[in-house]
């Protein structure tokens, strides 16, 4: 039985006190090249571009292209590999490779 998109989510989607409102634009001025490595962390505020299904918040994966204003990301799920669609904002390039 379905019971909507975001069930169970209550913890991970939720934002403190000072994080709430429209956030900073930098998420958006953030120009992310192929083969970049990006952490999945989901912006509860934003849920109509692009959000990735709670099952990929927390992930790491890599960019493989560009799709209109959202990027695709190859992540490993397990034994396989899946292609999502996410919006710029629920994406932060990784810290490993910023080094």
Request: net charge positive; charged share 35%; aromatic share 6%.
């Amino acid at each position: 039985m379905h019971k909507g998109y975001r069930n169970k989510s209550r913890k991970r989607h939720r934002k403190k006190a000072r994080d709430k409102g429209l956030g900073s634009i930098e998420k958006f001025l953030v120009d992310y090249k192929m083969g970049d490595k990006v952490d999945i962390i989901t912006d509860p505020s934003k849920h109509k571009r692009g959000m990735p299904h709670r099952r990929f918040h927390g992930l790491t994966g890599t960019i493989m292209n560009q799709r209109g204003r959202c990027y695709e990301v190859q992540v490993k799920l397990g034994n396989s590999k899946k292609l999502l669609i996410i919006g710029k904002e629920h994406l932060r390039l990784n810290n490993a490779s910023l080094k």
